[in-house]
């Protein structure tokens, strides 16, 4: 998981995030890494359209095969996998 100091602006992160309409699913997400419009003082997440501020909720990993692996530790394989 990428430390939240060491993260710049202008990086691609790799998020896992929960649907919001379906808290049982959850994926990764690409995100671009930017200065938060609200507070120029804080770096924000853009994805989906959306900013969200960077905050330790966030769990950013800087390649989406960490990403990839964090989200398998968390919950588990799909069936597909074992198929």
């Not at 359209?49 to 960077?54: D, G, I, Q, R, S």
């Not at 800087?62 to 530790?73: F, I």
């Amino acid at each position: 998981m990428a430390d939240n100091q060491t993260i710049r602006p202008g990086e691609v992160v790799y998020v896992i995030i929960r649907n919001p309409h379906a808290q049982d699913v959850a994926n990764v997400q690409q995100a671009a890494v930017v200065q938060n419009p609200e507070d120029p003082n804080q770096l924000a997440l853009f994805l989906h359209e959306t900013y969200y501020p960077l905050s330790d909720e966030f769990a950013v990993f800087q390649s989406e095969a960490d990403a990839e692996q964090a989200y398998h530790e968390a919950f588990g394989y799909p069936e597909e996998f074992y198929g």
